[in-house]
């Protein structure tokens, strides 16, 4: 049988949906182990067994000669991950917090909050990944120097799975990095 698998990465866990070639729907849902609703604590090790059950849970199901054509990633979660130069990550997963909205107020006086919304068409807010990034600078400045890039969930899982760093557009745009000399003074990525 073949397959299409959608992933997808939310506040209550791991949700996988496998479709057929038939139109059959099967919804396999893995929540994070002691967190009903995660969405501003969530550490690397339960973010981790939580994929490895879900995929558990779709080893199950599948047969030996089933295949997967595609695979889709969804990504709602605003965790922001710093990894070092060989992609290990560096502190817990990083969420958004609304004791971080300083940082948007200081931008915004400076001038720059205003240049980065229009340069990308993002409002700014507390779970935006350059926001989250200035925390970690102002806070952690010994991790933030060790941080040699940085990833979501789903793109953290996508580099697990297959070995690629990728991301998207519309996402790119809301890490604020394109004028990061004037934000962060160096180049990250």
């Known amino acids: 049988m073949k397959y299409e698998l959608l992933v997808d990465i939310n506040p209550l866990g791991i949700d996988v ?12 849902h893995t929540p994070y182990a002691g967190h009903d609703f995660a969405v ?6 339960e973010f981790l067994t939580t994929v490895k059950s879900a995929f558990a849970h779709l080893e199950n199901i599948l047969q030996h000669n089933d295949e997967i054509q ?11 991950m710093a990894l070092d130069e060989n992609f ?3 502190p817990p997963i990083l969420m958004g917090k609304d004791t971080d909205a300083h940082f948007i107020e200081a ?9 980065l919304q229009r340069k990308t068409g ?19 400045p010994e991790i933030y120097a060790h941080a040699a890039h940085y990833m979501t969930l789903r793109e953290y899982m996508v580099y697990l799975l ?4 990728t991301t998207d557009a519309a996402f790119a745009a809301r890490t604020g990095f394109i004028i990061q000399n004037m934000l962060l003074g160096t180049v990250k990525r």
């Open 17 to 28: 949906v496998l479709a057929d070639e038939n139109g059959q729907v099967q919804n396999i």
């Open 162 to 165: 297959f070995g690629q760093n």
């Open 107 to 115: 931008l915004m006086m400076n001038g720059i909050g205003g240049q």
């Open 40 to 45: 501003t604590v969530l550490n690397l090790d």
């Open 88 to 90: 290990n990550p560096l």
């Open 122 to 140: 993002v409002p700014l807010a507390v779970t935006l990944p350059l926001i989250i990034t200035l925390r970690l600078k102002n806070e952690e």
């Open 70 to 80: 595609q695979v889709y990633f969804k990504n709602i979660m605003n965790g922001w």
